[in-house]
């Protein structure tokens, strides 16, 4: 069974979201029905998550297993020679070993598009046509209070009894003009249902003077789903780019990553445990679904032994069993020969 990551592009207008619905009408509905054609079996698909309906895509990733074959060129063609043509696969790769489109996401990109100009019907799909003027500079002051780790329960529609910690953090927003298009970018690692769209339909009421950037960290801080908020239209966002780490080893409990100083953890929050004089990538054992870092990998020399540093001595088990596959991933990267465990 051998596993590919897709990267796919598609505009939503005229698909009920990325999940799979009963009409079927879903854009993971028709690239599982693409693929299933094939390879003659039902095939099922993983994405890095979810778009609704409306909402577009430049770079949404997901990945397939296949017993089928074929060279990730042919792939790409065969698949796209029974999509519609408003849903293309840009590419296909051969996934690394342990590579899971949804799991081992580092951050994604969405853009949400508001065309300030003329109604324009050729973008109509993907721009979000706005009739009112926006005052842009007070947009950017409201904007920094969005930016970095925050409780987002007022700007998001997930149910609390569904998803009970909320926290999450936001990289960056930036603006740029292209046009007459005023174009967002949201950077993060992962953001709740209607996130990135209740953020920028909040940052637009401030645009319209209909809100204070003080009023728009207040709804923040009240962390209720009662507050009065909007929500933009879908067509205007876009999924840009997802972005992944490297797995060098995994078992059912712990994993070996590649970390850089800015990743957070699946919990979401920061970890304290690392040291700021650590290099910018680096790699870690820890929990496959917590924050609690229970080693480090330290790489000193390519000629030197590698040294997987582990916490606690009852760890040391998921450290022997990943080590056939950390010394495999150390020297298909020429980082080291070698690798031992320590117990520190």
Known sequence: MKRYKCTVAYVGSHYSGWQMQPDGNSVQDHIERAI??????PVHITASGRTDAGVNAWGQVFHFDTDTVMKPRKWTGAI????????????????????????????KCYEYRINLGEYDVFSKDYAYQC?????????????????????????????L???????????SIDFRREGSQLVLSFTGKGFLR????????????????????????????????????????PEGLTLMEVSYFDILGMTDEMMIREYLRSDVV??????EELNADRPELFYVMTERHGQRVTGILECPQKNS????IVDDENDLGQAEEMLPDVSEYLKEHELSEDCEIVAR
């Open 36 to 41: 299933s054609e094939i390879t003659h079996v």
């Open 80 to 107: 796209n020679s029974r999509l519609p043509d408003d849903i293309h696969i840009r590419q296909t790769e051969e996934a690394p070993k342990f590579f899971h489109a949804r799991f081992c996401v580092r951050s």
């Open 131 to 159: 009739p009112y003027d926006l005052d842009v500079d007070l947009m950017k002051q409201a904007s920094l209070y969005l930016v970095g780790t925050h409780d987002f329960t007022s700007l998001n529609s997930t149910p």
């Open 161 to 171: 009894k569904e998803i009970k910690d909320q926290v999450r953090t936001v990289d």
């Open 194 to 233: 209607y996130m990135v769209r209740m953020m920028t339909a909040q940052l637009m009421e401030v645009g319209r003077h209909r809100m204070t950037p003080e009023e728009l960290n207040e709804m923040l801080e009240a962390r209720s789903k009662r507050v009065d908020r909007r929500n933009a239209k």
């Open 266 to 271: 699946p919990d979401w929050y920061r970890l």
């Open 305 to 308: 032994p590698a040294r997987l």
